[in-house]
T-cell receptor, first 110, second 113 residues
C-alpha cells in the first residue's frame, strides 16, 4: 500500500519553514524519510519506528502519529541545499517491504 | 561515496536483450534492496535479500530475477527487455531490516532502444 504524500510540490524562500505529510490507510510499523536531488541517489534523513523511537543523522525533525497512521517532516529555516524531492516510505505490519510515496518536490529560492 | 557500489553506471541495450546489474553493499550491511525509478515515477520496490535469502518481493516482473551471493553482493537480471524497462535502477543496503535507514547506490541508468 503506497503512502500518500502532500503537498506534491512546494516553493519556499530561503529561511522559510515547510511541512511535508505522509499518510497511509494501513497500520504503520515504521516511516522512513529520504531526500533525492536531481540525478542523484536518495539520501536517508530519518526513520521513525512504532513506539516512538527515532533515528536520524541530520538536523531535521519529524513526527509519527501511529493512531492516525501519519508522519510529518518539518523543515525549518530552509536553506538552498534543502531543495530536492522528499520521499516517505513505510513498512506495514509484518511486511519488510519499504514502499515509497510519490514524493514532494521542494524548491528553495534565494 | 555512499559505500554502496553499483555497476555499470549506464547501460544501453536493444529490446529483447538480457542484462545484469551488479550491487556491492556497504561494508557490514546484510540486507540488499532493489528499486526501479522511471521518469515521473517514484521508487518502485522490486525485491529484498537478507544474508543471501529472499525476504520480500514487490511487483517484480517475471522477466526480472535477482540473487544475493555469499559475499553479499547482489545481481539483478533483466531479460527480454522492453522499451518500458528503461529506468534508473537503484540498489540500497542496510544493517538490518525495518529498523535501519537505507544507503542507496548511485544507480544504473538502463536505456532500452
Amino acid at each position: 500500500q503506497q503512502p500518500v504524500q502532500s503537498p506534491q510540490a512546494v516553493i519556499l524562500r530561503e529561511g522559510e519553514d515547510a511541512v511535508i505529510n505522509c499518510s497511509s490507510s494501513k497500520a504503520l510499523y515504521s516511516v522512513h524519510w529520504y531526500r533525492q536531488k536531481h540525478g542523484e541517489a536518495p539520501v536517508f534523513l530519518m526513520i521513525l519506528l512504532k513506539g516512538g523511537e527515532q533515528k536520524g543523522h541530520e538536523k531535521i525533525s519529524a513526527s509519527f502519529n501511529e493512531k492516525k497512521q501519519q508522519s510529518s517532516l518539518y523543515l525549518t529555516a530552509s536553506q538552498l541545499s534543502y531543495s530536492g524531492t522528499y520521499f516517505c516510505g513505510s513498512t506495514q505490519g509484518g511486511s519488510e517491504k519499504l514502499v515509497f510515496g510519490k514524493g514532494t518536490k521542494l524548491t528553495v529560492n534565494p | 561515496d555512499s559505500g554502496v557500489t553499483q555497476t555499470p553506471k549506464h547501460l544501453i541495450t536493444a529490446t529483447g536483450q538480457r542484462v545484469t546489474l551488479r550491487c556491492s553493499p556497504r561494508s557490514g550491511d546484510l540486507s540488499v534492496y532493489w528499486y526501479q525509478q522511471s521518469l515521473d515515477q517514484g521508487l518502485q520496490f522490486l525485491i529484498q535479500y537478507y544474508n543471501g535469502e529472499e525476504r520480500a518481493k514487490g511487483n517484480i516482473l517475471e522477466r526480472f530475477s535477482a540473487q544475493q551471493f555469499p559475499d553479499l553482493h547482489s545481481e539483478l537480471n533483466l531479460s527480454s527487455l522492453e522499451l518500458g524497462d528503461s529506468a534508473l535502477y537503484f540498489c540500497a543496503s542496510s544493517v538490518a531490516f525495518r529498523q535501519s535507514g537505507y544507503t542507496f547506490g548511485s544507480g544504473t541508468r538502463l536505456t532500452v532502444v
